[in-house]
């Protein structure tokens, strides 16, 4: 058990350090709240079959495109990043876009069959107005796209090593 934790949290953080060194090359978000867990279920489950790549990266490109959509349509302008005051219009706007992405990714991932939780988040991340550019919902899609490469990559070269162990 300890060892399995051990081997998690390094795979872990390796996932992430190559995110963290492509978001410090580019000065890109290439790192954001949502990706942690999804970078944690990939390393927790490293035998997981393809369909999870593919639930992983389709959850967080349905919650990236439905967070600006959201956001395009009610809350274009306001951000999340200080407290508005209650009852106010801006308020009420952020509020509605992170009702509206939730509803919109959550039926988008249950009809497409790519339920991963962690999406959620990154439907909140751009809806609420904290990455919420086309071009940084194309980051946050690149940056899931390059974790899941780097994964299956990783997962190979064990592979290999071990079959030449044997």
């Known amino acids: ?30 790192v954001f709240p949502s990706l942690g867990p999804s970078a944690y279920l990939l390393a927790f489950d490293r035998r997981a079959d393809r369909a999870r790549s593919y639930r992983v990266v389709w959850s967080h490109l349905i919650g990236a495109a439905a967070g600006l959509l959201a956001y395009s349509f009610i809350a274009e302008g306001v951000t999340l990043t200080a407290s508005t005051p209650p009852f106010s219009p ?66 190979a070269a064990a592979g290999t090593v071990r079959s030449r162990l044997e």
Do not use: E, K
């Open 1 to 30: 058990m300890v060892r399995r934790r051990v081997y998690t949290s390094l795979y872990a953080s390796l996932l992430f350090t190559v995110l963290g060194l492509v978001a410090w090359a580019t000065g890109q978000a290439f």
């Open 90 to 155: 801006a308020g009420l706007r952020l509020a509605a876009s992170g009702v509206v992405s939730i509803a919109l990714t959550t039926w988008a991932m249950i009809a497409t069959d790519a339920n991963h939780a962690p999406a959620c988040a990154t439907t909140l991340i751009v809806s609420l107005g904290l990455l919420s550019t086309p071009r940084a919902a194309a980051v946050i899609v690149a940056a899931v796209v390059l974790l899941v490469t780097i994964h299956h990559a990783v997962v």
